[in-house]
């Protein structure tokens, strides 16, 4: 006879993997072994084993006055002796809370069952997401579970509803379905995916979330995302991703500005925005960026830092800023040509996919003997001698002169290489009159 359970419950699962595992590698084996023909041999050998759990195996009894302190060790013990999650410590609080109201408790312990799920350091680190975005402060590095429950739940530890708490129970519950909505919202946008199913946003805007947590690694401001996708707009939350893509990028990656500057602020208004949705305006949280930008990351700055920062290596993570940064401006360019008004304003007729674009050296990384240009040699990583080829089959220029690439240039969909055909030829003159170019048109869009 098989015992199937009919599994909807996390712990019922585990009690059909440890039977299905009794049965396979003990019970199974014995009826199997052929060196065992006679039933009777067989017999003996599963009375032996029955004598084995009977008689070698200890059922641990446990008796404590403390109620909270009885949770926990049933959580410890039951978890093998591994150390217990900050998320199970919550589990555990929870439906302690909830023992007298069954249906609550249920739904709470389905909820835990799906958070729980994933790989507890990324439930760690949703839940200190989570809370930084509802409490606007970040979580203590230590006893995270009893900050959460004292701060989210709202109650202490051993404590159980009564009966008559029903809506104290829902309550709890609620946050449960709550906890486990907002981490798929976590999952996503920390996957660099967009949120929101029917989407009315651009793919150009869509992808500027995966700029901005992929590529700039700006994974502080994930909270404040979180706020704003449940309490705010889509076009809102397009307008915020633009603000922070383009400061993270200015203040973070070239000037390599603290983050104590500006995790407040996310938190502040992360908080805000979950307190008083209608009456919150976005203008605050750019004036905010705007005092850290001029007082830490002013022009001159930003300016020489780009320099530094944008000098070709052979780095993968290098290169992909250098991309990121090239390929921004070409998306930006026609608005800086008709004068740069109001907020940068971007082409979003195209999209660069910043792992099939390839980087262009101007004067070759690695020229002929006949067409090494000294002047040019100690240039030649600079940020005014490259350029980029949107697709891995467009990089024919590869090592060859200047006039050779010229013709490319001029053909190419990409403006920025196109303004190069109008030079007559490369020297340091034009270097210089290119990589200023670059650096007055970053000045315009990357700023809040």
């Known amino acids: 006879m098989v015992a199937v359970l009919n599994c909807s419950r996390d712990s019922h699962k585990k009690l059909q993997v440890a039977w299905d595992s009794i049965r396979t590698n003990l019970i199974t084996k014995i009826l199997n072994d052929i060196s065992k023909s006679s039933v009777s041999d067989k017999l003996n050998s599963l009375l032996q084993l029955r004598k084995s759990v009977i008689e070698d195996c200890y059922v641990i009894y446990i008796v404590s006055e403390d109620r909270s302190e009885a949770y926990r060790l049933f959580a410890v013990l039951n978890d093998r002796g591994r150390e217990l999650?900050?998320?199970n410590k919550l589990r555990s609080d929870t439906l302690e809370l909830l023992e007298k109201h069954e249906r609550e408790q249920i739904l709470a312990e389905d909820n835990w069952d799906t958070i729980l799920s994933y790989p507890a350091t990324e439930v760690e680190q949703f839940f200190r997401n989570y809370y930084a975005s509802h409490q606007g402060k970040g979580a203590a590095k230590r006893n995270l579970a009893d900050t959460f429950r004292d701060d989210i739940f709202k109650f202490p530890s051993g404590v159980v509803l009564e009966i008559a708490d029903i809506e104290e129970a829902k309550k709890v519950s609620h946050t449960t379905s709550d906890i486990k909505?907002?981490?798929?919202?976590?999952?996503?946008?920390?996957?660099?995916?967009?949120?929101?199913?029917?989407?009315?946003?651009?793919?150009?805007?869509?992808?500027?979330?995966q700029r901005l947590i992929k590529v700039l690694r700006h994974t502080l401001c994930i909270p404040l995302l979180l706020s704003v996708y449940h309490c705010l707009s889509e076009r809102e939350f397009i307008e915020i991703i633009d603000i922070l893509e383009r400061f993270a990028f200015r203040y973070i990656t070239i000037v390599g500005g603290h983050a104590e500057k500006i995790s407040p602020i996310y938190y502040d208004h992360a908080k805000l925005i979950r307190q008083a949705p209608q009456e919150y305006k976005i203008t605050t949280l750019r004036n905010e960026l705007k005092a850290v930008q001029e007082k830490y990351a002013p022009d001159e700055t930003f300016e020489s830092l780009l320099i530094q920062k944008l000098s070709y290596q052979e780095n993968s993570s290098k290169k992909i800023i250098i991309r990121h940064f090239l390929t921004t401006l070409e998306d930006h360019v026609?608005?800086?040509?008709?004068?740069a008004n109001g907020k940068p304003k971007p082409n979003e007729i195209s999209i660069f996919d910043l792992n099939k674009v390839t980087i262009e050296h101007i004067y070759p990384q690695n020229p002929s003997s006949t067409s090494q240009i000294e002047e040019l040699e100690l240039l030649k990583n600079d940020?005014?001698?490259?350029?980029?080829?949107?697709?891995?089959?467009?990089?024919?220029?590869?090592?060859?002169?200047?006039?050779?690439?010229?013709?490319?240039?001029?053909?190419?969909?990409?403006?920025?290489n196109r303004?190069?055909?109008?030079?007559?030829?490369?020297?340091?003159?034009n270097f210089q009159q290119k990589r200023n170019k670059?650096?007055?048109?970053?000045k315009k869009i990357f700023t809040v």
Request: aromatic residues 14%; hydrophobic residues 35%.
């Open 383 to 416: 940020i005014g001698n490259l350029s980029f080829w949107p697709g891995r089959n467009n990089n024919s220029a590869g090592n060859k002169s200047f006039a050779e690439k010229k013709s490319l240039y001029e053909q190419s969909n990409v403006t920025l």
């Open 85 to 87: 999650s900050d998320g």
């Open 419 to 429: 303004e190069l055909a109008k030079f007559i030829d490369w020297d340091k003159q």
């Open 334 to 339: 026609e608005w800086y040509y008709n004068g």
């Open 181 to 209: 909505n907002e981490q798929q919202v976590f999952i996503e946008i920390s996957e660099r995916r967009w949120p929101y199913r029917d989407a009315t946003a651009s793919d150009w805007q869509q992808e500027r979330l």
């Open 438 to 442: 670059l650096l007055n048109i970053a």
